[in-house]
């Protein structure tokens, strides 16, 4: 593999979109922090060409996170790679993710390792429910207190990142989804009833997380419609696509009901300690 310069950038996004639906986080960080440097989620790459066409990128941001989009499985020439860098976490399709952890000799305990099934939709299939009754408002009219809290708690259940404040780590969550507009909460009349949210966001893309209910207001079909209802936005703005993965069964089933159909599986694992990469 060779490293990626300025002018291989076309053909790097024209692969990452052949497989956008385990893409899209490297995808989007290279269209909004680019390549040079100087953020910690600029990107840096890696290539594997073959008969003068590209069949593999190693994407790796500048704070250490690995994205294979390797379909060849070249894992010989990425532990070449990554000889010497220090890891903190691989994410991107489960059968590649977990290739690679063998590979490069991930023994180390995770701080958060999971797979979650992953679904893709095109928005021209979206099923929107009766959503009679209810509005999606941005993140920035509802209470802040609240959707705070909210966050904290998902982080707390879903996503508990190793190494972090969940409660600080949710406080600055919210005041970035409010800067970026991605985020949308749900209302029953006059009262907030559930949170959704994009985590990237393209074009002609988009993925979903961060999507929570209440316990107390679960399995009365809020998420299903949150999440229908900012799709159905993104769908007017233009976007084609949208992805996401499940973090439970009640999850797949709400997607699944508005159209969601699932393509595979999606692998989180994140080290609290960072992972230098030997031998």
């Not at 769908?235 to 993965?245: Q, V």
């Not at 009901?257 to 595979?264: D, K, S, V």
Request: aromatic residues 8%; hydrophobic residues 45%.
């Amino acid at each position: 593999m060779i490293p990626a310069v300025d002018a291989d950038r076309p053909a790097i996004e024209a692969f990452l979109t052949r497989h956008i639906t385990t893409s899209m986080f490297p995808l989007s960080n290279l269209r909004r922090y680019g390549m040079a440097g100087g953020h910690p989620r600029a990107m840096r790459f890696w290539l594997r060409w073959q008969a003068g066409a590209l069949v593999d990128v190693l994407c790796i941001s500048e704070e250490g996170m690995v994205f294979p989009q390797c379909p060849t499985s070249p894992w010989g020439d990425v532990k070449v790679v990554l000889h010497g860098h220090s890891i903190k976490g691989v994410l991107g399709d489960a059968a590649q993710v977990a290739a690679l952890r063998t590979v490069l000799g991930l023994s180390g305990d995770p701080g958060l390792d999971t797979a979650e099934p992953l679904y893709a939709l095109s928005l021209d299939d979206l099923v929107i429910p009766d959503v009679t009754g209810f509005r999606l408002a941005p993140l920035k009219d509802a209470p802040r207190a609240l959707v705070v809290g909210w966050r904290r708690a998902y982080l707390e259940e879903v996503l508990p990142m190793p190494g972090e404040d969940n409660a600080m780590t949710a406080v600055k969550d919210i005041v970035g989804y409010i800067e970026a507009d991605t985020h949308r909460v749900l209302y029953e009349g006059n009262t907030p009833v559930a949170m959704t949210g994009f985590n990237a966001v393209l074009p002609e893309a988009v993925q979903i997380g961060g999507v929570y209910t209440p316990p107390a207001l679960r399995a009365r079909g809020y998420a299903r419609r949150a999440v229908a209802l900012h799709l159905s936005q993104a769908r007017d703005a233009g976007t084609k696509n949208a992805s996401l993965f499940a973090a439970s069964p009640q999850a797949c089933k709400a997607y699944e009901a508005i159209g969601f159909r699932r393509t595979g599986d999606f692998r989180i694992l994140i080290y609290q300690d960072p992972q230098v990469i030997y031998g």
